[in-house]
């Protein structure tokens, strides 16, 4: 079992998507380079950014075919302004219509909605039921991330973007707790007791943290696959 990641962002999920495959999936290795796969190991690529990492596409699928050991590419994006559903379409769509073949592997798109600090929220345990400072407390009275779903939050007035104010929002919410979170250097969210708070949260309100959900099941799905 091998499997061949390029994730979006070329800080944050290059640290936080080997930290939680140690949690969730230890029996699998990570390798330097895409031909160095042999058994129950992955590998890991940063897309630069979008729309950078739809260029990397065709050349992921042409390591993966050139390998022929890999049977999974697990492209992981941030949905951003986007629906999850447009999001998976237009990866889709450009594989298509660049007549990308993928051989003997199969395609697995996860979608960050909004993005990997939207996933971060969920952890209801940094969650400060009394905030003191701004600008948390108004962030909070604006949309309580402990009770509702993280990804269903919109976009509060000062910021351009879903994804700004997720971002503003986790560091706030993190300052109350004096804890530091930066996207080079995201700390506590790599450990596994951070990612158990995650899938506590999914487990006990199942309907929240939708594509986060999508990326434990398919962790899942390999562990059950994997040899014994």
């Known amino acids: 079992m091998n499997l ?28 330097d380079a895409y031909d160095q796969v042999n ?32 049977n999974y590419f697990v492209v992981c994006l941030d949905a ?3 629906t999850v559903t447009d999001t998976k379409n237009e990866i889709c769509d450009f594989i ?14 996860i979608v960050q909605n ?13 969650y400060s039921r ?3 400072n701004q600008p948390l407390l108004n962030y909070s009275r604006y949309y309580d991330v402990s009770v509702d779903d993280p990804e ?3 976009k509060y007035n000062e910021f ?38 995650l899938k506590k949260r999914i487990k006990t309100q199942p309907h929240q943290l939708a594509t986060f959900g999508n990326f434990i099941e398919f962790c899942d799905t390999i562990r059950a696959k994997l040899p014994k």
């Open 160 to 197: 351009n973007t879903h994804a700004q104010f997720h971002g503003a929002y986790l560091k706030a919410l993190f300052d109350e707790k004096n804890i530091t979170y930066h996207k080079k250097k995201p700390g506590e969210v790599l450990e596994a007791y951070y990612l158990n708070e």
């Open 114 to 126: 909004r993005c990997l600090e939207t996933w971060f929220l969920g952890n209801r345990k940094i």
């Open 130 to 132: 009394n905030p003191q």
């Open 96 to 109: 298509i219509t660049g007549n990308f073949e993928l051989r003997n592997t199969k395609l697995v798109i």
């Open 39 to 70: 058994e129950k190991n992955y590998y890991l690529i940063s897309g630069e950014g979008y729309p950078s990492l739809l260029n990397h596409i065709s050349n992921s699928i042409e390591e993966i075919n050139l390998s022929g050991k890999y």
């Open 4 to 31: 061949y990641f390029l994730v979006e962002g070329r800080r944050t999920e290059k640290k936080v998507y080997p930290a939680w495959l140690r949690h969730l999936l230890p029996e699998l290795q990570q390798v």
């Open 152 to 154: 269903l939050m919109g």
């Open 80 to 82: 951003e302004e986007n």
